[in-house]
């Protein structure tokens, strides 16, 4: 904040201020039809009547150093998130709203650079507007984007991560209804996904350790090991709950071998319940 608080002060004559983000909200005609753009920004410098100067996007990054050799496309991400932002403010003022600042943070060190963003008009027509224009498609038509991401680090941030085998758990090609073994879910979720399923689904053992008010209520699905196939109840293993160590099978350890329990995967539901 200081560091845009100096800025404000010495751009502007009488000095601006800095607003801590500004809510854009706009109609797009695209090849799919009119799209509606809503988000709010990061801080924004603005006049004293509360008007937009300088918007700004700020990214945390695990080192500053990798901006000198980082791949073009993935900065035209940040660069297309502040062109949305400026389209929207420049329709809100009668002068331009035409520059705006991506500012990197540091994650351990909290430095900080600044690099200024120009709206470009071939820019937003060809990447911005196209990409909105056919991520809107996939949505209006009812079918997923291509499984291919655009960025290798967007699979670390996808919920559906470890149903196309991208995670970092042993399980891949699983369909997309059932609970997949030692992952978590939250609890508002859960219960419905139970009850939309006729009573037919059946608790993982990870989710009755996770909540044992549901354990009380539903059928649970008991420890199978990776190794020897042995089954056990979900509540005769001792556990901590930590998704990171899986239990240890009680009769591999006896035998002087370490394998861990999971709870059976969706694409097993359907046999283990017959």
């Known amino acids: 904040m200081p560091f845009l608080e100096d800025i404000a002060a010495e751009t502007a004559d009488p000095p601006a201020y800095v607003q801590n983000s500004m809510w854009v909200d706009y109609q797009l005609d695209t090849h799919a039809g009119e799209l509606r753009v809503r988000g709010a920004t990061d801080p924004v410098i603005c006049t004293r009547q509360g008007d937009p100067l300088l918007p700004t996007e700020v990214k945390t990054k695990q080192s500053l150093s990798s901006l000198d050799d980082e791949d073009p496309a993935s900065a035209d991400h940040h660069r297309a998130q502040l062109h949305a932002y400026l389209y929207g403010l420049n329709q809100t003022v009668s002068y331009p709203v035409r520059t705006g600042l991506v500012i990197y943070i540091d994650r351990e060190q909290h430095d900080f650079r600044a690099m200024t963003v120009d709206f470009e008009q ?31 680090w967007e699979c670390d941030y996808c919920s559906y991560r470890q149903r196309c085998g991208k995670g970092d758990a042993p399980y891949t090609d699983q369909p997309p209804d059932g609970f997949l073994p030692l992952v978590s879910y939250p609890r508002e979720q859960v219960e419905p996904a139970l009850n939309a399923d006729s009573g037919t689904e059946k608790l993982t053992p990870t989710l009755a350790h996770q909540y044992p008010e549901l354990a009380s209520k539903y059928k649970i699905f008991d420890w199978q090991c990776s ?23 009680p009769s591999c350890a006896d035998n002087d071998w370490l394998a861990t329990l999971r709870g059976p995967a969706p694409a097993a539901t359907d046999e283990v319940m017959d």
């Open 227 to 249: 190794a020897c196939d042995s089954t056990f109840s979900w509540d005769s293993v001792e556990w901590d709950g930590d998704l990171t160590k899986p239990p240890i099978c």
């Open 122 to 152: 071939e820019f937003w027509e060809g990447i911005v507007r196209e990409w909105m224009a056919t991520q809107s498609t996939y949505r209006l038509d009812g079918t997923l984007p291509p499984a291919e991401p655009e960025q290798g």
